[in-house]
């Protein structure tokens, strides 16, 4: 049947994260219809390297998308249109032609890049692009990968020069992929150090500082509109919406109106900010980001805290210590103890992002003693993702001069009550659970529904968010104190490792 003769019924969105890719399938009413889901592997070619391969993670996109319409008993033409929402700051060059990645993709945790990042750095220091971008010169955000693999790629700069490569995030992949458009979002752009947060465009000073020719970049679109009708699996569907994931989550939590936020606990943990339609600059090592744009409507910014280890952190322990045989056994172990042991554990993996921003620090488990059993060190894996997102709550707070009043949390890991309960506990405010936890999906899902009229404006879907759990502080002020200055001793021996 054409799909004209027929009224969509679903909105489905693309979820290419960092360690899994996902699609998830909406009703009218906001509710999740189907789901599918798919893990990629994480390749360490060196110490801090990163990357991804592109081609299997297509293939398993591909391959989710089929099984979640399969699921639903539905085909492309019950779709209104599909959103994309991704991993950011990973970095991908393909050929123009063939459309073969030239190599794998640098993945936004990758560290290769540390010594790009400090040459730039070496006049007018970390914050020199800050003003033009939001961002510090870290390892973190895209330019510097792009320049490491046309510098390292054989042939790549000389092809990129005549403009036979094209760079992507995993957004304009996709797109492309699916439409034949090389095209990105304002919200990936703005975590490329090469996109200018006040004219929402590449910018020359910028692209001449990173060694970066304009004709390998993708054209920069608002975060809902039809980019192109896809191909292949979704034969016809409107390609119509794309936000880095942290964005997404925050569009999916309905955090329309400036001061509203929220904390994705995922690979990473992210907590953004929205500050409306004026980009803040700030003093206390956030990050200034665009949090969405919709069509032609002006750009609304966002403060950000990055926090490279949260789930990953699990995942290390199950995977590289085998304290655990599956993710969900850490809350059982850690409940297993009253407390930590006094152990606590700085997850520098890949240096320490926000509020600190040092690519040199390594990670440590401090105050270990005979009496600390593998129940200690899952308690204080557990706290240190809830102690990292209170460094950057008190960072936001100083930004902002506004103290925050409730924590909107989503993501995987908000599944886990006695982490959440510590969250409130050392933020001494409540912390809220969405019904759909997984709100990267349902962000890009709006966003496209709000591109095609498949929902109405921003007012209709505020009033579908709705509440699972909540959990409020009962930790007393004085533990609370000491126990952040202890978990403050030991992020102050991971800094300056790399340098003796």
């Given at each position: 049947?054409d799909?004209r003769q027929?009224?969509?019924?679903?909105?489905?969105a693309?979820?290419q994260?960092?360690?899994s890719?996902?699609?998830?399938i909406?009703?009218?009413?906001?509710?999740?219809a189907?789901?599918?889901?798919?893990?990629?592997?994480?390749?360490?070619?060196?110490p801090?390297?990163?990357e991804?391969?592109a081609m299997?993670?297509?293939a398993?996109v591909?391959?989710v998308?089929?099984?979640?319409?399969?699921?639903?008993?539905?085909a492309?033409?019950?779709?209104?249109?599909v959103?994309i929402?991704n991993?950011?700051?990973?970095?991908?060059?393909?050929?123009?032609a063939s459309?073969?990645p030239?190599?794998n993709?640098i993945?936004w945790?990758?560290?290769?890049?540390?010594?790009l990042c400090?040459?730039?750095?070496?006049?007018?220091?970390?914050?020199r692009?800050?003003?033009?971008?939001?961002l510090?010169?870290?390892?973190?955000?895209s330019?510097?990968?792009?320049?490491?693999?046309?510098?390292n790629?054989?042939?790549?700069r000389e092809?990129?020069?005549?403009g036979?490569i094209?760079?992507g995030?995993?957004?304009s992949w996709?797109?492309w992929?699916?439409t034949?458009r090389?095209?990105?979002d304002?919200?990936?752009?703005?975590?490329?150090?090469?996109?200018n947060?006040?004219?929402l465009?590449w910018d020359d000073?910028?692209?001449?500082?990173?060694?970066?020719?304009?004709?390998?970049?993708?054209r920069?679109?608002?975060s809902?509109?039809?980019?192109?009708?896809?191909?292949?699996v979704?034969e016809?569907?409107p390609?119509?919406?794309?936000?880095?994931?942290q964005?997404a989550a925050?569009?999916?939590q309905?955090?329309f109106?400036p001061?509203?936020?929220?904390?994705?606990?995922?690979?990473?943990?992210?907590?953004?900010?929205?500050?409306?339609?004026?980009?803040?600059?700030?003093?206390?090592?956030l990050?200034?980001?665009v949090g969405?744009?919709?069509g032609?409507?002006?750009?609304v910014?966002?403060?950000?805290?990055?926090?490279a280890?949260?789930?990953?952190?699990?995942?290390?322990?199950?995977?590289?210590?085998g304290?655990?045989s599956?993710a969900?056994?850490?809350?059982?172990?850690?409940?297993?103890v009253?407390?930590?042991?006094?152990?606590?554990?700085?997850?520098?993996?890949?240096g320490?992002?926000?509020?600190h921003w040092?690519?040199?620090?390594?990670?440590v488990i401090?105050g270990l003693?005979?009496?600390?059993?593998?129940?200690?060190?899952?308690?204080a894996a557990l706290?240190?993702?809830a102690?990292?997102?209170?460094?950057?709550?008190d960072?936001?707070?100083?930004?902002?001069?506004q103290?925050l009043?409730m924590?909107?949390a989503?993501?995987?890991?908000?599944?886990?009550?006695?982490?959440?309960q510590?969250q409130?506990?050392?933020?001494?405010?409540?912390?809220?659970?969405?019904?759909?936890?997984?709100?990267?999906?349902?962000?890009?899902?709006?966003?496209?529904?709000?591109?095609v009229?498949f929902?109405?404006?921003?007012?209709t879907?505020?009033a579908k968010?709705?509440?699972?759990a909540?959990w409020?502080?009962?930790?007393?002020?004085?533990?609370?104190?000491?126990e952040?200055a202890l978990?403050n001793k030991a992020?102050?021996r991971?800094?300056g490792?790399?340098?003796?």
């Open positions: 049947m799909r027929t009224i969509p019924s679903y909105i489905a693309i979820d994260g960092t360690t890719s996902r699609c998830m909406f009703d009218a009413g906001g509710a999740v189907a789901s599918a889901q798919v893990e990629h592997r994480q390749i360490f070619p060196r801090g390297w990163v991804h391969d299997e993670i297509w398993n591909s391959g998308v089929s099984a979640a319409m399969a699921k639903l008993g539905i492309p033409r019950d779709l209104a249109a959103g929402t991993q950011r700051e990973t970095t991908l060059l393909w050929d123009r459309g073969a030239i190599a993709a993945v945790q990758d560290t290769r890049t540390d010594g400090q040459s730039l750095a070496a006049e007018g220091g970390q914050d692009l800050r003003a033009t971008t939001g510090p010169l870290a390892t973190y955000f330019g510097p990968k792009i320049c490491w693999l046309l510098d790629v054989a042939g790549a092809a990129a020069t005549r036979d094209l760079f995030t995993m957004d996709l797109i992929k699916l034949g090389h095209v990105t304002v919200t990936n752009a703005s975590r490329t150090l090469l996109m947060l006040a004219t465009d000073a910028l692209l001449d500082a990173m060694g970066v020719p304009r004709a390998i970049l993708p920069i679109h608002s809902a509109e039809v980019y192109g009708t896809a191909r292949g979704l016809g569907v390609v119509a919406s794309a936000l880095g994931d964005q925050l569009f999916g309905t955090c109106s001061g509203e936020g929220k904390c994705t606990y995922g690979t990473g943990a992210f907590l953004l900010v929205n500050t409306g339609e004026r980009a803040v600059t700030s003093a206390n090592g990050l200034t980001t969405y744009r919709i032609d409507a002006p750009a910014y966002a403060l950000e805290g990055s926090i280890v949260a789930g990953s952190l699990v995942q290390w322990l199950r995977d590289n210590l304290l655990i599956s969900g056994e850490i809350e059982a172990l850690a409940r297993s009253d407390d930590n042991g006094g152990c606590y554990l700085v997850p520098a993996f890949s320490l992002f926000a509020p040092r690519s040199d620090a390594r990670g401090a003693t005979g009496y600390v059993t593998r129940g200690h060190i899952a308690r706290e240190a993702v102690w990292q997102v209170r460094e950057v709550v960072a936001m707070a100083a930004d902002s001069g103290p009043t924590l909107k989503d993501g995987g890991m908000t599944a886990n009550g006695l982490l959440m510590f409130a506990d050392v933020l001494d405010v409540s912390v809220a659970r969405p019904a759909i936890a997984e709100t990267t999906c349902l962000g890009a899902a709006y966003a496209a529904g709000l591109a009229g929902w109405p404006d921003l007012d879907l505020r968010w709705r509440q699972d909540a409020r502080p009962a930790m007393a002020s004085e533990r609370r104190g000491r952040y978990w992020v102050i991971t800094i490792w790399l340098g003796g």
